[in-house]
């Protein structure tokens, strides 16, 4: 190998880490830009059979519910729960599920201002409000599914 092209791989290999820190989404997110930019996530969402009888619960719920998500794009896990939810959403179909979605830095160091008050140790987060009050959260991994945890935390 020559000289020239081991150092243009080295600064190639040295770029890269850069070159996807771009594709980092941060802040306010909705689903319709997460599945614009990462693609695979639609196709994780479009794959997922939630459970139907927890869906039929939550399509019948008759309370206002806030849900705050905080989110890496980065992150496989938020990559699998996140899209799971978003199908689940989909299929239960109501206007009293309210979703926000906040994207975190991979950088530990910046995160802080994104979610200030809020205790978020792992990503993703699922923050589910009632009544303003917080009611529970599903922290990286939900405990069966994403669908049971929501029905559990609502009491449906």
Not at 33 to 59: G, I, M, S
Not at 69 to 80: E, F, Q
């Amino acid at each position: 190998m020559s000289k020239s092209f081991l150092i243009l791989l080295l600064l190639a290999l040295a770029l890269l880490p850069s070159l996807a820190a771009d594709d980092e989404l941060v802040g306010a997110l909705t689903r319709e830009t997460l599945f614009e930019k990462n693609p695979e996530w639609q196709a994780v969402a479009a794959a997922y059979q939630p459970k139907p009888d927890c869906v039929e619960k939550l399509r019948a719920l008759a309370l206002e519910v806030k849900v705050e998500i905080y989110l890496g794009t980065w992150c496989s896990d938020s990559k699998a729960h996140v899209s799971e939810y978003f199908k689940v959403m989909e299929m239960a179909d109501t206007p009293l599920i309210q979703t926000a979605c906040t994207g975190i830095p991979e950088d530990k160091d910046k995160r802080a201002s994104f979610y200030r008050g809020k205790d978020i140790t792992k990503l993703p987060t699922f923050l589910v409000f009632i009544d303003g009050r917080e009611a529970g959260r599903i922290v990286e991994t939900p405990d069966k599914s994403v669908e049971e945890d929501l029905v559990r935390i609502l009491g449906l």
